[in-house]
């Protein structure tokens, strides 16, 4: 089948096997299969959701690693020009990726396959490397960019939430990206003014810029106004312009698995681009004196400001909110109105097609075409219309039987249950939404970093450049980390009156400690710290705590 026996052996939990091959001199560790994966990549892509049998999984990656002395195991590409880590997001394998993100091997001979160090300790504070080759922007085909292109990725969400992805896009948005996004909003809004005044400035005179009917070629106009005119048509199509290039490129980033995700994780990407077409079709035709400009501008000013929308990203309540609000549109608002248009042309021909047609001259029933019947419908459906029947339908009967079975169907069913699933709706996705916020978040963050970098190079890149050892140099991620929860040490508080607090009682996981007369401090060690693993104790006195 193409498989090795490495593979084959590591794959179905035999590490005695994987042992004897991986010992004989002979075997070929970095060897690939007919797929062109490693033992590494047939790992990964054996990874399941059930946890005990990811345990083994890496346990044996884990053992390979050590084993072998060659690091570019890791980094070798199968026939789809994926790494093991690469596979791994791509695949979906969340547990897999989480423990290659966060392995740290501390001993000095394996430490070269650690994704993460810690540079240094104290108490519940550490500070550590994360080797970022592979895993930002600055690399190419970064696992960053895959999560957030990737539509057909699953469990993306959840993977940008792991270190160092989460702190990384956290600290790309507050060096550059907040405030290139505050930028793209002020140029938003005064795009949206101008377009909205240039509208009311053509209902107020609406020969102003028009093409002469008779002399198309020249365009001349006249007075301080009519230029004002002409610069903001001039802006607005320039800036229209900008938005599809800008938009366009987006949407080829973005890999698609079906028709739903293109709407979902291209939503304003799509509406985007509808604006600023619009945008141009008004203007063009405004200018060319076409009446029809006012159908393209109306639609182009309500999704302009309905775009607005984009901008609540940038605040975490707002922006999960939003998310909310398009999952609601997306998946129970669209049903409704597919259902509710059967009902409403079925109803609306049959109820039209009921009314005798009137005389001229004689007053008819607003049921009296389908058009009208259509409108009269809607109006039941709110509430706002009447089921007296009408005098001039050829069965009066049941011409009321059918209006009373669309009130049912419509005002009764349909909109009542469109508003339960709309609550269940709200409440399966509100634990998601924080993450999908936080997705969409990540992609306005790789927009503008692509930007910057064309602008200012690699200024504003992120992680510096490290030696561990002699030929260990790795462009690395510095993340501080406070965990009180794992701090399973205990320290004396020092009062002012020369004595220590009275004694800490062992709970939750502290050790007690005594109080220490701080006059004697000298001879008394002031912190303990027990080690997990061996329950050595670490002992350091106050001078040592000074010098530190």
């Given at each position: 089948m193409g498989q090795t026996p490495l593979a084959l052996a590591a794959c179905t939990n035999q590490p005695d096997i994987v042992t004897l091959l991986m010992d004989n001199s002979k075997t070929n560790i970095k060897i690939q299969d007919s797929y062109g994966n490693t033992v590494l990549h047939a790992l990964v892509t054996v990874t399941m959701d059930q946890e005990p049998h990811n345990a083994f999984i890496i346990q044996m990656y884990d053992k390979i690693i050590r084993s072998c002395k060659d690091k570019a195991l890791e980094s070798k590409k199968n026939k789809k020009g994926l790494t093991s880590m690469q596979l791994a997001v791509t695949e979906g394998k969340l547990e897999i990726l989480k423990y290659i993100l966060n392995r740290?091997?501390?001993?000095?001979?394996?430490?070269?396959?650690?994704?993460?160090?810690?540079?240094?300790?104290?108490?519940?504070?550490?500070?550590?490397?994360?080797?970022?080759?592979?895993?930002?922007?600055?690399?190419?085909?970064?696992?960053?960019?895959?999560?957030?292109?990737?539509?057909?990725?699953?469990?993306?969400?959840?993977?940008?939430?792991?270190?160092?992805?989460?702190?990384?896009?956290?600290?790309k948005w507050d060096k550059f990206a907040r405030h290139m996004f505050l930028?793209?909003?002020?140029?938003?809004?005064?795009?949206?003014?101008?377009?909205?005044?240039?509208?009311?400035?053509?209902?107020?005179?609406?020969?102003?810029?028009?093409l002469s009917q008779q002399n198309r070629s020249a365009f001349k106009p006249s007075g301080t106004k009519s230029w004002l005119q002409v610069l903001g048509h001039v802006y607005v199509l320039t800036c229209s312009i900008c938005i599809i290039i800008e938009e366009s490129?987006?949407?080829?980033r973005l890999t698609f698995s079906d028709l739903q995700s293109?709407?979902?994780?291209?939503?304003?990407?799509?509406?985007?681009?509808?604006?600023?077409?619009?945008?141009?079709?008004?203007?063009?035709?405004?200018?060319?004196?076409?009446?029809?400009?006012?159908?393209?501008?109306?639609?182009?000013?309500?999704?302009?400001?309905?775009?607005?929308?984009?901008?609540?990203?940038?605040?975490?309540s707002l922006g999960i909110y939003s998310v909310m609000v398009q999952k609601v549109i997306l998946n129970d608002v669209s049903k409704f109105l597919l259902v509710y248009l059967l009902f409403l042309l079925g109803f609306g021909v049959a109820l039209a097609s009921l009314i005798e047609h009137c005389a001229e001259g004689e007053d008819c029933s607003s049921y009296g075409s389908f058009r009208t019947a259509i409108v009269e419908l809607f109006k039941l459906t709110l509430g706002l219309g009447d089921l007296e029947m009408q005098k001039d339908a050829k069965y009066p009967t049941l011409f009321l039987i059918l209006l009373i079975i669309y009130v049912i169907s419509?005002?009764?069913?349909?909109?009542?249950?469109?508003?339960?699933?709309?609550?269940?709706?709200?409440?399966?996705?509100?634990?998601?939404?924080?993450?999908?916020?936080?997705?969409?978040?990540?992609?306005?963050?790789?927009?503008?970093?692509?930007?910057i970098k064309f602008l200012?190079?690699?200024?504003?890149?992120?992680?510096?450049?490290?030696?561990?050892?002699?030929?260990?140099?790795?462009?690395?991620?510095?993340?501080?980390?406070?965990?009180?929860?794992?701090?399973?040490?205990?320290?004396?508080?020092?009062?002012?009156?020369?004595?220590?607090?009275?004694?800490?009682?062992?709970?939750?996981?502290?050790?007690?400690?005594?109080?220490?007369?701080?006059?004697d401090r000298g001879r008394h060690p002031i912190i303990v710290q027990e080690n997990e693993e061996d329950s050595d104790m670490e002992i350091f006195s106050s001078s040592e705590i000074q010098n530190y």
């Open positions: 740290e091997i501390k001993d000095d001979e394996n430490r070269m396959w650690s994704w993460k160090i810690t540079d240094w300790s104290y108490g519940p504070v550490s500070s550590i490397f994360y080797d970022l080759e592979g895993v930002d922007t600055s690399s190419k085909k970064s696992i960053l960019e895959m999560l957030v292109y990737n539509t057909d990725i699953k469990d993306r969400h959840e993977m940008l939430n792991l270190e160092p992805l989460h702190s990384l896009l956290q600290m930028l793209s909003f002020l140029f938003f809004f005064i795009f949206d003014i101008i377009f909205t005044c240039l509208f009311y400035l053509q209902r107020k005179d609406d020969k102003a810029l028009k490129f987006l949407i080829n293109v709407v979902s994780d291209a939503w304003f990407n799509i509406i985007f681009i509808t604006q600023a077409v619009l945008v141009i079709l008004s203007s063009i035709t405004y200018m060319c004196g076409i009446e029809e400009s006012l159908i393209f501008m109306v639609i182009a000013i309500t999704l302009g400001w309905t775009n607005m929308l984009y901008y609540t990203r940038g605040f975490q419509t005002f009764v069913l349909l909109l009542n249950m469109l508003i339960a699933l709309m609550s269940e709706t709200v409440d399966n996705i509100s634990k998601e939404s924080e993450n999908i916020w936080r997705l969409q978040r990540a992609s306005t963050i790789l927009k503008f970093e692509k930007t200012f190079g690699d200024k504003f890149r992120l992680g510096v450049m490290h030696n561990f050892s002699d030929n260990d140099k790795r462009l690395c991620l510095r993340i501080s980390k406070v965990k009180w929860s794992e701090w399973h040490r205990a320290v004396t508080c020092v009062q002012e009156e020369g004595v220590t607090q009275s004694k800490v009682k062992e709970a939750d996981g502290f050790s007690s400690i005594t109080a220490v007369d701080v006059s």
